[in-house]
């Protein structure tokens, strides 16, 4: 996937998917999807908080050959994920906050010097470009898009 793909064919329908979340019983929206799992607000703050950690952490530090630090503990970042989309937030905050995040996300590379976007660095043991990291979200987005269902 080209970064220009990502930035239209797929977040098109990952916008699509969230209106179609938007929708959801309300109950239903907060409920588990399966026994020991999430409910589709937690996913969904689940993936805006992914957007918020790559928007403020991870671009500004991508430079041509920065060796960045392993990403978050994945508990303890998940764990505030479930824990904010639990703490009172209505369902259409909820679907707002993940569409704004990825709007800030989108603009951010859409504005992005073409230098940083092919720059290549490195987390942990991997090394890519910042196009690839990027794009690389988009099958995180499809695994939870089918998860919850409502992906086209």
Do not use: C
């Not at 209505?90 to 230098?115: F, G, P, W, Y």
């Amino acid at each position: 996937m080209t970064i220009d793909e990502w930035l239209d064919e797929h977040n098109q329908q990952y916008f699509s998917w969230l209106e179609r979340l938007r929708k959801m019983n309300e109950e239903n929206f907060f409920q588990p999807i399966a026994d020991q799992k999430w409910s589709p607000a937690a996913i969904v703050m689940h993936m805006a908080a992914w957007d918020h950690y790559t928007l403020d952490d991870r671009i500004p530090q991508i430079n041509e050959g920065a060796r960045l630090e392993k990403f978050p503990d994945f508990q303890q970042f998940n764990e505030q994920a479930w824990k904010k989309a639990d703490s009172g937030f209505s369902q259409n905050e909820i679907m707002d906050e993940a569409r704004n995040e990825r709007e800030l996300l989108m603009e951010t590379v859409r504005t992005m010097d073409k230098d940083k976007l092919h720059a290549k660095f490195s987390i942990g043991n991997d090394t890519m470009t910042t196009e690839e990291y990027i794009t690389g979200f988009a099958g995180h987005d499809r695994h939870h898009m089918k998860q919850i269902g409502g992906a086209e």
